[in-house]
């Protein structure tokens, strides 16, 4: 079964971990989606990262739907502007998605420190590269939802509360984006945030010195990471949203790839469907 066939996403931010998972979920699903971020074949971003739009591009088509890479840098309002010109044009005003996943915050997070004892430039960048990045694709995918009365918006986050995170920047970044529904649901368009739980990307298993068969050997360095989840499970959990019919139910919530899947009945790609919100009830990890 395909329940996005015919379907046209957006994912911003595609390049890499949840971006990647996400675009490849909904072409197995059979979305069109374009692909998006900096870093293509001839020009990475300034991540240090080798994956590219390309890449994610190709996997979304060998996954049953059709990837269609287009670089953009998302906190350039010009480039956004014409990402959604182009797709207005080729798709006939038609968007059924947008999910915002730029984050680019990696190399700027200084954990440990007080605000005051991190550069100011580098926390006022995660803010324009996770914050601003997301209001300028909102701004400019909102029009194409509102022409048709239809539509999603998916803002992809960490944590699914307002609880602190551990580091003003980051809070700050990965807050704001749970903000975004209200005004959109006169329009009889949707808007959730969802979070994935602790993510097996390229660069997490990178930093254990793992791979995608060997993951569990990373558990000797940081027990947790076994409740790890690739992202695949959080791309399935968007997946489902966008095949929901009753979408708007769902509009303005919260919401998490564990609780999505109780919800739907997904698992990740190895068939397990792993739960960080019970496995951090029970580590203690959230208590007041």
């Known amino acids: 079964m395909k329940p996005l066939e015919g379907r046209i996403a957006v994912v ?36 240090g990262r080798t994956e590219t739009i390309e890449e994610t591009a190709e996997l979304v088509t060998a996954r049953g739907g059709r990837g269609i890479p287009v670089r953009v840098d998302h906190t350039e309002e010009e480039e956004v502007r014409a990402l959604f010109e182009r797709v207005r044009s080729e798709q006939d005003g038609r968007l059924d998605l947008l999910v915002n996943d730029v984050w680019g915050g990696d190399s ?4 440990g420190k007080t605000f005051w004892e991190q550069p100011i430039a580098d926390g006022l960048l995660m803010q324009r590269r996770a914050v601003h990045s997301h209001m300028i694709a909102s701004y400019y995918g909102a029009p194409l939802f509102m022409a048709n009365k239809r539509g999603l918006i998916v803002e992809i986050t960490d944590g699914w509360d307002y609880r602190y995170r551990g580091n003003l920047y980051y809070s700050l970044a990965k807050i704001s984006a749970i903000h975004l529904a209200e005004e ?4 009889h368009v949707a808007a959730v945030a969802v979070t994935p739980g602790f993510l097996r990307s390229e660069a997490m298993l990178d930093h254990f010195g793992v791979t995608k068969d060997n993951w569990r050997d990373a558990a000797e360095k940081d027990p947790h990471f076994i409740m790890s989840e690739t992202p695949h499970y ?27 899947s109780d919800v739907y009945g997904f698992t990740d790609e190895d068939g397990s469907r792993p739960h960080w919100g019970n496995y951090a009830a029970e580590q203690g990890f959230y208590a007041e």
């Open 12 to 47: 911003a931010g595609a390049t890499r971990g949840a971006g990647r998972g996400i675009a490849e979920m909904l072409g197995e699903a059979g979305a069109t989606v374009y692909v998006t971020g900096r870093s293509t074949r001839g020009q990475l971003s300034d991540m």
């Open 108 to 111: 700027l997070m200084e954990w």
């Open 184 to 187: 959109l649901r006169p329009h």
């Open 234 to 260: 959080v791309g399935r959990a968007v997946a489902a949203l966008a095949a929901d019919p009753c979408i708007m139910d769902k509009s303005g919530q919260s919401l998490t790839s564990w609780g999505l």
